[in-house]
């Protein structure tokens, strides 16, 4: 069974920092991402990489989140910059392979 596990999230101010983390207990995706969503808000895409390390953002997140993976290509990582409120969400890793898989999420809550 795959499973994606989330790590990282948390409370912080606006402004700060944070670096969410997915594990994967396979190899095998040919793209992993993080997608988020907010209350009352349809799930979005945050940041996405492929296989050949193209990536691809929100435009709201430009700038500010960057999206790498480890060299195993089993786990992949979201470092937040310069958070606002508006990215409060739960924070879902995401994969492909064949089929999408999902993480149970992170909640990320950015105070004002």
């Known amino acids: 069974q795959v499973q994606l596990t989330e790590s990282g999230g948390g409370l912080v101010q606006a402004g700060q920092s944070l670096r969410l983390s997915c594990a994967a207990n396979?190899?095998?995706?040919?793209?992993m991402g993080w997608y988020r969503q907010a209350p009352g808000k349809q799930r979005e895409l945050v940041a996405m990489m492929t296989i050949d390390n193209n990536t691809n953002y929100a435009d709201s997140v430009k700038g500010r989140f960057t999206i790498s993976r480890n060299k195993a290509r089993n786990a992949v990582y979201l470092q937040m910059n310069n958070l606002e409120p508006e990215d409060t969400a739960v924070y879902y890793c995401?994969?492909?392979?064949?089929?999408?898989?999902w993480g149970q999420g992170t909640p990320v809550t950015v105070a004002s």
């Open positions: 396979r190899s095998f995706f040919s793209k």
């Open positions: 995401y994969g492909f392979f064949r089929q999408d898989f």
